[in-house]
């Protein structure tokens, strides 16, 4: 299994406080992402991070922000949780090398489930 | 813009039959594709890959036919078995960003 450690796995916060998600790996991937999975719209991508501190926006990115200061590290924060946060939230990591032709892998977390009431 | 579509929300096969599911995509910037994987209560799991430069890649029971002309993939399963029943996404990569987009996935039943 490659390494990739989300952390805490469950959550359950009120409407309005802060939350920081974290994503850990050990496999010095340079991308790492943040994604949500809710019902009926599959695996939407909320941040992106290409490097140490460079970030972009992914579909959703409305309401989070993410910082990644170190290769194994990348966070997703919600500033102000609302009740329409509450979803399932995935970290991916991904490396693409030439061996001869183009190979990218990727892969995720296990999750973390937040519920915000 | 949904860049990745999986039109079919639901599949179901018999045990032994092949499994075909779809994939279209609109951004003709991906140069690669991926299919994943997920069980209830699971991270997604990497299942096949294709490069933009191929049209068909195979790893045992699965393989991933890609149509560049028509920016359509299909994840095709020979033989289909009960263990098969998951959510599959299918997944591009758009070059130079490295920004990896999804499908909204297609629930696959394998009755015994």
């Known amino acids: 299994d490659a390494g990739i450690t989300q952390s805490p796995r469950h959550k359950v916060t009120e409407t309005g406080t802060p939350v920081t998600l974290r994503c850990h790996q050990t496999?010095?991937?340079?991308?790492m992402y943040w994604y949500r999975q809710d019902p009926g719209h599959g695996l939407r991508l909320i941040h992106y991070s290409y490097g140490v501190k460079d970030t972009d926006k992914g579909e959703v990115s409305d309401g989070y922000s993410v910082s990644r200061s170190k290769t194994e590290d990348f966070l997703l924060t919600l500033e102000s949780a609302t009740s329409s946060q509450t979803s399932v939230y995935f970290c991916a990591i991904s490396e693409s090398r030439w061996t001869g032709i183009l190979n990218t892998e990727a892969f995720f977390g296990q999750g973390t489930r937040l519920t915000v009431v | 813009d949904q860049q990745v579509k999986q039109n079919s929300p639901s599949l179901s096969v018999q045990e032994g039959r092949i499994s075909i599911l779809n994939c279209d995509y609109t951004?003709?910037?991906?140069?690669?594709f991926l299919w994943y994987k997920k069980y209830p209560a699971e991270g997604p799991t990497f299942l096949i890959s294709?490069?933009?430069?191929?049209d068909k890649n195979e790893d045992g029971r699965f393989t991933v036919f890609l149509n560049k002309s028509a920016k359509h993939l299909s994840l095709h399963i020979v033989p289909s078995q009960p263990g098969d029943s998951a959510v599959y996404f299918c997944?591009?990569?758009?070059?130079?960003?490295?920004?990896?987009?999804f499908g909204k996935g297609t629930k696959l039943t394998v009755n015994p």
């Open positions: 951004n003709s910037m991906f140069d690669y």
């Open positions: 496999e010095n991937h340079r991308y």
């Open positions: 997944a591009g990569i758009q070059g130079g960003s490295e920004k990896l987009v």
């Open positions: 294709i490069s933009s430069i191929k």
